[in-house]
């Protein structure tokens, strides 16, 4: 019998031994740049949220450690040492132990470079995965430094709930808004990748203030990402996206992720969402969209 696995999404059925773990497509939903720091990276105010839907991943005990890509965005992401999920193998080993093997397996559902974080979700389940597969039981502030030296956003992706995110993504605040959890949320991307370190060297540098996020109305009403105008300048259709996402019917927001090109829309009911995703997807031949909704905390 395989084993009873709480956190199995539907559709995937895990063989003998093996465990998954979904990595939960972040989405920023305000971006505000601060400042260039003196190491070059940003310092960023952001409330980041989590899809209940992403890459899934599934692992087992072997000899070594292995890692193979399937599904709609495997083409083209190499599953050598390179690969976040291998990084993030390596650096548990580093921490538990050489000794241990895994052979992983990736259903790559999410677009790479895109602004929704799949790189640092996968890494962040493989972290979740070892941990449990190895029964290695690393102390939560380990698991998170391990976390930090993958990505600035692999530490809030571990626990892939609502959090306000400040300095390079390494101080993390829970964030319990009202309403956020369950809301329908279309993420859409039109097929074009956009490279993060091109985007913040365009940024225009002007510090537009902080991030108030104690509701969510405030932060659909003031909130902003700070890397649209220099993302738009990189790829325009990002303001297609934009366009049509706010003419749909029953949106609240409609914002561009990270650093693009994956814009998400807030919808009021999942009809709505529904309905906006299926005239998309009629519409705009090679975009892709995802129906989903923001995962509880
Ligand atoms: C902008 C966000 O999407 C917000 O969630 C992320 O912080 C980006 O995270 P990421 O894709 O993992 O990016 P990293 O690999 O950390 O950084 C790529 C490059 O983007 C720039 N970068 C990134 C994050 C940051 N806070 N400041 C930066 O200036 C740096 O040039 C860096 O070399
Ligand atoms: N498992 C992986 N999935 C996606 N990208 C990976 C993976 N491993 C390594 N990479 C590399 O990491 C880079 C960033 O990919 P990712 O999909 O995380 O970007 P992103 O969505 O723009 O992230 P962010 O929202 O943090 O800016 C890509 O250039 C890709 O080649």
Redesign the pocket.
């Known amino acids: 019998m395989p084993p009873l696995d709480a956190d199995m999404p539907p559709g995937v059925a895990p063989g003998v031994g093996e465990l998954t773990e979904t990595a939960y497509a ?1 989405v920023n939903l305000a971006l505000h740049v601060r400042e260039r720091r003196a190491d070059g990276y940003h310092a960023l105010e952001s409330l980041f949220v989590f899809a209940q839907d992403g890459d899934v991943l599934t692992g087992r005990i072997a000899d070594g450690l292995s890692l193979s890509i399937e599904g709609p965005f495997a083409a083209g ?1 190499e599953a050598g040492e ?4 291998m990084k993030a193998a390596r650096a548990m080993l580093d921490h538990v132990g050489q000794g241990r093997g895994a052979a992983l397996r ?1 259903v ?1 559902n999410l677009p ?9 979700a ?1 890494a962040a389940a493989a972290l979740r995965l070892l941990d449990r597969l190895w029964d290695a039981r690393v102390p939560q502030p380990e698991l998170e430094r391990i976390a930090l030296s993958l990505g600035s ?1 692999v530490p809030a992706c571990l626990a892939s709930t609502a959090q306000m995110v400040r300095g390079r993504g390494e101080v993390l605040e829970r964030a319990d808004l009202a309403g956020l959890p369950g809301t329908p949320m279309l993420l859409v991307n039109p097929g074009v990748g956009v490279s ?1 370190a091109q985007v913040f060297a365009d940024w225009d540098q002007v510090d537009r203030g902080v991030l108030n996020a104690s509701s969510l109305d405030g932060v659909i009403a003031d909130g902003r990402n700070d890397l649209e105008p220099a993302a738009v300048g990189i790829a325009p259709v990002i303001a297609d996206v934009l366009a049509d996402l706010r003419q749909c019917a029953g949106v609240r927001l409609a914002r561009m992720s ?2 693009g090109a994956t814009c998400f829309a807030l919808f009021g009911t999942q009809a709505e969402a529904q309905a906006a995703a299926a005239a998309l997807k009629r519409r705009r031949d090679g975009w892709w969209v995802m129906e989903t909704r923001i995962r509880a905390a």
Not at 82 to 85: E, T
Not at 112 to 120: E, F, K, L, M
């Open positions: 972040k992401l390179g690969n976040l999920v990736l790559k790479v470079a895109s602004g929704i974080g799949g790189g640092s996968d956003d993060t990270g650093s």
